[in-house]
């Protein structure tokens, strides 16, 4: 594994215009602000966070479905601004994502053949028999059945759509796959399944994730680096032992203790710091 | 999970799957349509008339505009005085209302299909685009439709008609005009509604253009609201034709177009009741008929009311 950084972000900032109604004026908030961080090629940088601290935005920008609104995006030395140069077929084949929602990212008029194959056709010139036996062979590489490929997203499980998203991200042998909490919809032996699928995949294909997340635990099995947000800024980064083992930032340590304890000492104390408060 | 080489799959069963699974799709869109038993019934009598259109020539016991000068204002055949050659009886000049109606059949379904042919793909086109592109286009589009949708819809017709000249080509027309706004604003909404999916946006990561987004992606998820508003629309179609026809504005005597013969009987109501009942029921009868159809194809399209 080579150390030369697949993703490099410098200074990322994006900022959203709130129109002023009747009765307030417009006012800008600012969703990511002037984050940094490199992504080594085969690894995986989680990134932590509560809801709404910029965690999506920050994946719709990468995946180039946003532009930002300044900084830098460099992916295997391409880079990225798509407010100033458009997307090339280049840009498309280095970056995919796989939604949280396995149940909305399906097309549910499309079958799961097509939903492979559509990438390939839209990026490449392949003819339809080499992107049929590369659906087929994606179809297998991610545990599902080559009947699969004439049915219809309806007729899958969550964990199966969720393979099947997967599938049709990896289809382009994309450098980078974004991963917007793909396992939070999903019950708990299924999330185990397809985080295994996901390691499984990584070790094959070489593919760096960027895994954004809210489940620690999730977070603790997958990651080599962790990245914790707050707000729209990173306040802490580092290795997953070091961030797992020594939080530097009080947010960080609030999320850590913030995982459900359920035994009668801490209910006890925690109803007592809230009498004294 | 490992091995990368794929089992020989075979084309042939390959492709049984995906049509099994098309199969599945339909058996359970007739299972929720069966549900409905007015639906059905809506159904065969669409049927029959279609079958009553196609085969007007042979069904039909007498030419549709043939005058018979020895029977002006026969009653039906089970009436004091009517003949059982003239079925139904025969109008002011001796043609066979029976036969007009069976030939009117064909008139009636050629202004459905053709109407909401004109008025479903072009509030398709505009309404997609108005849904898709948002912003000051939208609003134009929006705004241009809400015009028209404050006009009485027959009144607006009429003057369509006036503008164009009468005839049954210019009426139809005016109406697909006039029906146009309902299938912009509803394919808007519906695009709105799908545009912002997660599967959408997968579409427009994996590279689909604009074009294909829209049509090919968005379009298919958007066309059930669509289909009930086309057939609801059909039966509104023939009752607008009929109304412009009525009021000498649509298709021209002596075309057997029901609403024509309406407005022909008008001086006969007292004296000849059947000149002006029968039109009128073949009107009513294929109306409802559609009208439980579109019914049924809500219940049976729309997942909001489907019970899972």
């Known amino acids: 594994m080579s150390q030369q950084p697949i993703l490099k972000v410098r200074d990322l900032y994006r900022t959203y215009e709130i129109k002023g109604g009747l009765f307030r004026p417009a006012s800008t908030l600012t969703a ?3 984050v940094n961080f490199d992504v080594e090629r085969g ?6 966070g509560e809801s709404g601290c910029g965690k999506s935005t920050l994946a719709r920008m990468l995946t180039m479905i946003d532009a930002q609104s300044s900084g830098t995006i460099e992916v295997d030395g391409l880079p990225i601004d798509i407010s100033k140069t458009g997307i090339s077929k280049d840009m498309r084949q280095k970056v995919q994502i796989v939604f949280q929602n396995p149940y909305g990212s399906l097309n549910p008029r499309q079958k799961i053949g097509h939903v492979l194959e559509e990438p390939l056709l839209l990026n490449t010139n392949m003819p339809a028999a080499e992107r049929r036996d590369l659906a087929l062979d994606m179809l297998q590489k991610v545990g599902l059945q080559p009947e699969h490929y004439g049915r219809y997203p309806h007729m899958f499980s969550g964990g199966q759509r969720q393979r099947i998203a997967i599938a049709r991200a990896i289809m382009m042998k994309p450098k980078l796959l974004v991963l917007d909490e793909p396992v939070s919809a999903l019950d708990l032996s299924v999330q185990a399944q397809i985080l295994n699928l996901l390691k499984d995949l990584q070790d094959e294909m070489g593919l760096t994730y960027v895994f954004i997340s809210h489940d620690l635990s999730v977070v603790r099995y997958l990651a080599d680096k962790v990245m914790v947000m707050y707000f729209g800024e990173v306040v802490e980064y580092g ?10 930032h009080s947010y960080t340590k609030t999320l850590f203790a913030a995982t459900p304890n359920a035994d009668v000492e801490s209910i006890r104390k925690r109803i007592a710091a809230k009498n004294a408060a | 999970m490992t091995n990368s080489s794929p089992a020989p799959v075979s084309t042939a069963k ?6 099994s699974a098309t199969k599945a799709q339909l058996i359970e869109f007739w299972y929720y349509f069966s549900q409905n038993k007015g639906a059905v019934i809506g159904l065969v009598v669409f049927m029959a008339l279609v079958i009553m259109a196609v085969f007007a020539p042979l069904i039909a016991p007498h030419d549709p505009t043939f005058q018979y000068r020895d029977s002006f204002l026969v009653p039906p055949a089970w009436e004091d005085g009517g003949k059982a050659t003239f079925l139904l009886g025969t109008d002011a000049v001796g043609r066979d209302i029976l036969s007009r109606l069976i030939y009117g059949a064909q008139f009636s379904l050629f202004i459905g299909v053709v109407v909401v042919s004109i008025a479903l793909v072009g509030g398709i086109v505009i309404g997609l685009v108005a849904g898709y592109m948002r912003g000051s286009v939208d609003t134009f589009i929006m705004r241009l439709m809400d015009i028209i949708l404050a006009f009485p819809s027959l009144l607006l017709a009429l003057v369509l008609v006036a503008i164009l000249g009468p005839g049954l080509m210019n009426a139809m027309i ?4 006039v029906l146009q706004p309902h299938f912009v604003r509803l ?11 997660d599967y959408v946006v997968a579409a427009r990561v994996a590279g689909a253009g604009h074009m294909r987004l829209m049509f090919k992606t968005i379009l298919p998820n958007c066309l059930a609201p669509l289909i009930v508003q086309a057939t609801l629309s059909f039966s509104n179609a023939i009752l607008d034709a009929a109304a412009l026809g009525f009021l000498g504005m649509g298709a021209q ?6 609403g024509t013969m309406l407005a022909e009987a008008r001086e006969f109501i007292l004296r000849a009741w059947w000149v002006v009942t029968f039109p009128g029921l073949a009107i009513l009868v294929t109306v409802l008929a559609i009208n439980l159809v579109g019914d049924g194809l809500r219940d049976a399209l729309d997942p909001k009311l489907k019970r899972s």
């Open chain 1, 32 to 34: 990511v602000k002037g």
């Open chain 1, 43 to 48: 690894t995986t940088l989680a990134v932590v």
């Open chain 1, 239 to 248: 290795t997953r032992d070091e961030v797992f083992g020594n939080p530097q």
């Open chain 2, 14 to 19: 390959l492709e049984a799957e995906s049509r």
């Open chain 2, 174 to 177: 005016a109406i697909a005009i």
């Open chain 2, 187 to 197: 394919t808007r909404a519906a695009v709105m509604a799908e545009r912002g999916r």
């Open chain 2, 253 to 258: 005597p002596p075309t057997p177009e029901w």
